[in-house]
């Protein structure tokens, strides 16, 4: 499980975080949602340590990341995989050095066996003879299949994503947050995503936190969000005229 | 004054992540192979074309100025090697590289930066700082003193050809170059060399490695590396050659 405990974090005069506590379930869909500027990204960057927290933990599994010397985060860190907006793949290197990297980094395994990784990994996202190609030469969406397939690649305690669907088409969107969907389910991972599509909300949310003014306003599972009567909460989650009606049906 | 206190506190907290043991040996000589052909082969043409030509126009100059018939014709070669091997291959052509090297790395590294792409690597455990900047310092600490020793030879052909169009033979132009060669002073070259190899990396990758914003920060850093590089280099040059020379 990961915990944050009453984390603060200012930008100058800006405080972007609040005292903020929350606890991700263990092996399921995480969705931290809130608007554009509502430190979604931030609260991300601050439990993977690449920004510091003025005050406040971070654990995971009881383990106190904010209090860890740098070696530590390192090794913590290979527990994680993260899925950034853009995707993060390294130019310079083709889809499968790019998925290569890590493993042959960290696993102490042939290359045969961290090749039969990748390729094992590029089957999970649907990606299959894409090894040689460059990222300047993938789509939108295979990008974010790429940067999940990388992340993964050295089977992940935890999956963090920031905004994976930013970008993208309706159906492509659905592809992804069902794929991150899949993988959290079959390798028991704890997922979070950070995301403002409501329709990921509604598609894939185990448990949904809601950031408004830099706090946790609302946590809930997507039935306790279809039926809530907090004000901030529906102005954000049913904004469009779409989901409006959808909740008057409901 | 503040800001510039706190970047060179930054640069030398960078300095001690990169040099940091690699995480894995393998993959670290790779990327000093990859860094050698971008930074130091990928110069050689520059280098080259910049010699061959300021050699001959050298040696036009100074037989231009030393157009007196009591001096020897031989002069102008000496003339020539001496300019070549003591400021113009060394500190000129770092120089030069400063410009092409140092704007090419802040750019790589400070579109890696607003790319998330450093983030990858922290998150993935790599100390992103030693992965991408040591090997670009090891390449060019090792490879540009081989640039300075050909640019050193082209020049002095470039020299050779010069002198044809002024009317000094070769047997003078040869007798001035060999003339009372001090072997020092190519150690005191290749110093300064192996000195402006680290700072151009160095201060470059630092511009790269703290770029804040986007695109139009990625140019900035990019310029930033250019200047300060070259600033830093010959505020050096100076220090050395009081060392060694004076």
């Known amino acids: 499980m990961i915990t944050v405990e009453s984390i603060n974090k200012h930008f100058g005069e800006n405080h972007v975080l609040k005292d903020m506590s929350f606890a991700f379930e263990p092996g399921k869909t995480n969705l931290i949602i809130g608007e554009s500027g509502s430190g979604k990204t931030t609260l991300l960057k601050v439990m993977i340590g690449l920004y510091e927290s003025d005050s406040g933990v971070v654990k995971y599994d009881d383990r106190n990341f904010t209090e860890m010397h740098f070696k530590a985060r390192k090794n913590l860190r290979k527990e994680v995989g993260m899925l950034f907006q853009g995707g993060a793949l390294?130019?310079?290197?083709?889809v499968q050095e790019n998925i290569i990297f890590p493993l042959n980094m960290f696993a102490e395994k042939s290359e045969e066996e961290n090749l039969e990784r990748v390729n094992f990994c590029l089957n999970r996202v649907n990606l299959e003879n894409t090894n040689s190609l460059l990222p300047s030469e993938l789509s939108g969406g295979m990008k974010k299949r790429v940067a999940i397939a990388r992340a993964i690649a050295l089977n992940p305690k935890y999956l963090l994503c920031d905004e994976p669907n930013s970008g993208l088409d309706p159906k492509t969107s659905i592809l992804i947050d069902n794929l991150i969907q899949e993988i959290t389910q079959e390798y028991n991972i704890t997922t979070i995503i950070n995301s403002h599509d409501?329709?990921?909300v509604m598609e894939i949310g185990d448990k949904i936190a809601f950031i408004h003014?830099?706090?946790?306003?609302?946590?809930?599972?997507?039935?306790?969000l279809i039926s809530c009567e907090n004000k901030e909460l529906n102005d954000f989650v049913f904004a469009s005229k779409l989901f409006k009606r959808l909740r008057k049906k409901f | 004054m503040f800001t510039a206190l706190k970047n060179i506190g930054q640069y030398f907290m960078m300095l001690r992540r990169v040099f940091s043991i690699p995480e894995k040996r393998t993959i670290f000589y790779k990327q000093i192979i990859l860094e050698i052909e971008k930074i130091g082969i990928n110069s050689l043409g520059i280098v080259l074309i910049i010699s061959l030509f300021v050699g001959a126009v050298v040696t036009i100059q100074t037989a231009f100025n030393l157009s007196s018939p009591f001096l020897p014709k031989y002069l102008i070669g000496l003339a020539t090697r001496d300019s070549l091997i003591l400021e113009f291959s060394p500190t000129m052509i770092c120089l030069i590289l400063a410009g092409k090297v140092g704007s090419n790395i802040a750019s790589e590294i400070g579109s890696m930066r607003v790319t998330e792409q450093i983030d990858a690597l922290e998150i993935m455990g790599v100390n992103s700082a030693n992965f991408l900047i040591l090997p670009k310092i090891i390449a060019a600490m090792f490879f540009f003193p081989f640039l300075v020793i050909i640019s050193m030879g082209i020049g002095?052909?470039?020299?050779?050809?010069?002198?044809?169009?002024?009317?000094?033979?070769t047997a003078d132009f040869l007798y001035g170059l060999k003339y009372e060669f001090n072997p020092f002073y190519i150690t005191y070259?290749?110093?300064k060399t192996v000195v402006f190899a680290f700072i151009i990396t160095s201060v470059s990758s630092f511009y790269g490695y703290f770029t804040k914003g986007g695109a139009l920060e990625v140019g900035v850093s990019s310029t930033k590396a250019v200047v300060y590089s070259s600033v830093v280099l010959l505020i050096f040059n100076f220090i050395l050659t009081q060392l060694l020379l004076a």
């Open chain 2, 189 to 191: 070259a290749l110093t």
């Open chain 1, 198 to 200: 409501m329709n990921s």
């Open chain 2, 156 to 169: 002095m052909f470039g020299g050779w050809l010069g002198s044809i169009s002024v009317d000094v033979t």
């Open chain 1, 90 to 94: 390294f130019d310079y290197m083709s």
């Open chain 1, 213 to 224: 003014q830099g706090k946790i306003w609302w946590s809930g599972s997507k039935d306790d």
